[in-house]
């Protein structure tokens, strides 16, 4: 049987690959440690999973409206208005499998052949191929340490042509950890105004943010930010639900209309008692997830202070999410080399940057236990200092 070519185009995850191999090692009994995670270590809160067993024995398994629950859709519009300053009507909420699936539809619903999507890089590994997916042409902006990882409004002035269609931002940053300020914010937006490009905002990190730094939503800046933003967000990082498949999108009615249409014709809507345990996450208790945040933070200083007296490597340090990058590209390897090596000579596994677009460097999680981090970055540390 012959593969679309929308399909052979598609470059394979590396970072389940990593994943894959440092899972067999520990299926043979070594002791591996794994900074490869991109999902936090923390169980699902209980009073979440309680409101899911509870539709479960309650009969709650048939379909839902293919958008999603309107008591969930309303839930989400009074978070993104008390959380971060946006008024959206439950009309211009869709609730997807995960945010992922988010992303994936609104690029469906508003990009196609012909059209360029500007990436700044590191970037989450997937946003190249769904452009790909849709028609669209991926356009990479590189960013730089020296600037944060952050992409500047001249970066982005310089990468648009007349067939920008749209710019992926993600901040708080996977795998940077990287943190837009307002003001840098509104400067891109000033930008993008002008040419009317797109903004796809994934604010998934948005609650894992630390020391001063605040989440700026992109779509509170103006009204014009607002009319041009699709704001992504979800359950699986902030309220440890990764395994739950719940994410949404808020933006324009016409935009939130079409992902309803395919989402309608594709995979319905999310499981049904799932999205009554996301109902649960935004309306009870939000303690549990202060308290993973506080952990992360606690971990985040450690992993960050061990990595930068360690000689020839850099990193910036993150304001967000729960990765720090490592720059490794004084040690004169590949990143993809350096991973290898250091899998299989330390038993530590990290993901090369080049599954982010930036072979300069290697991404750590530290949703891990202390423990674990304590002993991987010794091994890290030692391995490091045999190159
Ligand atoms: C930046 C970013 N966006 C979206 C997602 C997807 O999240 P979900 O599990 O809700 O699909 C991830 C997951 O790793 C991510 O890092």
Known sequence: MEISERASQLTPSITLSIDSKAKAMKAEGLDVCGFGAGEPDFDTPEHIKAAAIAALEGGFTKYTPSAGLPELRQAIADKLQADNGLSYKPSQIVVSCGAKHSCYNAILATCQEGDEVLIPSPYWVSYPDMVRLSGAEPVI??????NGWKMRAEDFENAMTPRTKMLILNSPNNPSGTVYTREELEKIVEVAAEEEIYILSDEIYEKLVY????HVS????????YNLTITI??????????????GYMAAPEAVAKAVDSIQSHSTSHPCSFAQRGGL?????????????????DLRRNYMYDRITKIPNITAVKPQGAFYVLVNISQLGLSSQNFA???????????????????DRTVRLSY?????????GLDRFQDFCRTL
Not at 141 to 146: D, I, L
Not at 218 to 225: F, I, M, P, Q
């Open 367 to 375: 949703a891990t236990s202390i423990d674990i981090i304590k002993k």
């Open 233 to 246: 967000n979800g359950f699986s990082k902030s309220y440890a639900m990764t395994g739950w498949r719940l």
């Open 141 to 146: 902006v590189p960013t730089t340490e020296r």
């Open 280 to 296: 649960a996450a935004l309306k009870g208790d939000q303690q549990p997830l202060a308290d993973m945040r506080d952990e992360f």
């Open 211 to 214: 020391d001063e730094t605040q």
């Open 340 to 358: 290898d090596r250091l899998l299989s000579k330390a038993n530590v596994a990290v993901i090369p940057g080049v599954a982010f677009g930036d």
């Open 218 to 225: 992109v779509a509170s800046l103006s009204k014009e930010a």
